[in-house]
């Protein structure tokens, strides 16, 4: 089956345009996380939504990071007047949610964005 | 303190040898643990998980999580070239809907 895609792959961008990242999670996944990656670095955890609701905004890093998901499916993160220090690898990844504990995160490939 | 710690390497082991990576979190609400693994330029892969005290085994591989002590680790058997990689340890709360990943360990297994 389809795994986790995201979209674009890649983006570069000039210093304090608006860039939006998709999302699109695999068929019955509840639960969808982003996460930030920079260069020779861990993940940074940005954001998670529980279907359409999102109970763990914490990690957004400023205002200008915001995220929304729609239909239990989809998501986008948009990041406003884009700084260079947002440039990094953004990861999604999604999961069942499921009760237990057992619950893998699948992640998506990734969009590489460079702010210039 | 980070909530999830993880030695940040480089380890390197020559091959066939025992690799073994450390991870410990701060969280006691934790419930269930992962380890992924990340190869240069691609996303994180799951390698196992575990949940209960003690140790489990998939192929080459055996975590260990001792949730009195806040740690897990990941043994590597048998070691080869393509497990050189970098190393997450994930840690979930699932009450709070939270998971806590480390920055990694870059393994290196020598030929």
């Known amino acids: 089956g389809a795994g986790v895609s995201q979209s674009p792959s890649n983006k570069v961008t000039e210093k304090g345009k608006d860039v939006e990242l998709r999302c699109d999670p695999i068929s019955g996944h509840t639960a969808l996380y982003w996460y930030r990656q920079r260069l020779g670095q861990g993940l940074e955890f940005l954001i998670y939504?529980?279907?359409?609701?999102?109970?763990?905004k914490s990690g957004l890093p400023s205002d200008r990071f915001s995220a929304e998901r729609t239909g239990e499916s989809v998501s986008t993160l948009t990041i406003q007047r884009t700084q260079q220090e947002d440039s990094a690898v953004y990861l999604c990844?999604?999961?069942?949610?499921?009760?237990?504990?057992?619950?893998?995160?699948?992640f998506g490939p990734g969009t590489r964005l460079t702010v210039l | 303190q980070k909530e999830v710690e993880q030695n940040s390497g480089p380890l390197s082991v020559p091959e066939g040898a025992i690799a073994s990576l450390n991870c410990t979190y701060s969280?006691?609400?934790?419930?269930?643990f992962f380890w992924y693994r990340q190869y240069s330029g691609k996303s994180p892969e799951l390698i196992m998980f575990i949940y209960s005290n003690g140790d489990k085994e998939d192929g080459r591989f055996t975590a260990q999580l001792n949730k009195a002590s806040q740690y897990v680790s990941l043994l590597i058997r048998d070691s080869q070239p393509s497990d050189s990689a970098t190393y997450l340890c994930?840690?979930?709360?699932?009450?709070?809907?939270?998971?806590?990943f480390g920055d990694g360990t870059t393994l290196t297994v020598k030929p």
């Open positions: 939504f529980q279907g359409n609701s999102a109970p763990d």
């Open positions: 969280d006691r609400g934790s419930q269930s």
């Open positions: 990844a999604s999961s069942l949610a499921t009760s237990g504990g057992t619950d893998t995160q699948y």
């Open positions: 994930a840690v979930t709360n699932t009450n709070a809907g939270k998971s806590t």
